[in-house]
T-cell receptor, first 117, second 114 residues
């Protein structure tokens, strides 16, 4: 399977613990995105990388959140000192940089569902 | 700030009948995406609409875009059970190579009953 993969698929943690999620994009994709989806809502943009550079962070991404993409391939999203409000599905997506006149089709992974008790 | 509104948020469909989902957005955009999400699963791309008047069809689903009205519709013809899912429209908050982050509507949860 050459799609976007995420690990783990589910994570249950206690409030105050740190968690880390991993995303492996489609191999030739240079862009990687993180979104958060809460129950009954559409995904919300968190951050995005072009190769290894993190180019934008949403204000939803508090200081407790950090994302890396060290070699421009896989990415990790770490949440420190988790809070109950962090419970959500964390989605990763990847894409190629669109050519002039083309569009940016993002391919989504299966997500990591985080539950903070 | 770009706002994306879908309606209805919930849609109970009877098999065999036709329905429409609406997606309104607040700022200029030349493209719009439709996604499907099954419960507990990720998003599957359905359509990319790239210009005013664009119409795409796949099976029982047809999507259209009116950039002047800032409106897209997703029309379902003769609903069947396997179309039960949540449908999202999404718009990029940039153009060209700056087309990267997507703003999603809240989704329309569709249930098809016999």
């Amino acid at each position: 399977d050459t799609g976007v993969s995420q690990d783990p698929r589910h994570k249950i943690t206690k409030r105050g613990q740190n968690v880390t999620f991993r995303c492996d994009p489609i191999s030739e994709h240079n862009r990687l995105y993180w979104y958060r989806q809460t129950l009954g809502q559409g995904p919300e943009f968190l951050t995005y990388f072009q190769n290894e550079a993190q180019l934008e962070k949403s204000r939803l991404l508090s200081d407790r959140f950090s994302a890396e993409r060290p070699k421009g391939s896989f990415s990790t999203l770490e949440i420190q000192r988790t809070e109950q409000g962090d419970s959500a599905m964390y989605l990763c997506a990847s894409s190629l940089t669109p050519r002039v006149g083309s569009y940016n089709e993002q391919f989504f992974g299966p997500g990591t569902r985080l539950t903070v008790l | 700030e770009l706002k994306v509104e879908q309606n209805p948020l919930f849609l109970s469909m009877q098999e065999g009948k036709n329905y429409t989902i609406y997606c309104n957005y607040s700022t200029t955009s030349d493209r719009l995406y439709w996604y499907r999400q099954d419960p507990g699963k990720s998003l599957e791309s359905l359509f990319v609409l790239l210009s005013n008047g664009a119409v795409k069809q796949e099976g029982r689903l047809m999507a259209s875009l009116d950039t002047k009205a800032r409106l897209s519709t997703l029309h379902i013809t003769a609903a069947v059970h396997d179309l039960s899912a949540t449908y999202f429209c999404a718009l990029p908050r940039g153009f060209g190579s700056n087309d990267y982050k997507l703003s999603f509507g809240a989704g329309t949860t569709v249930t098809v009953r016999a």
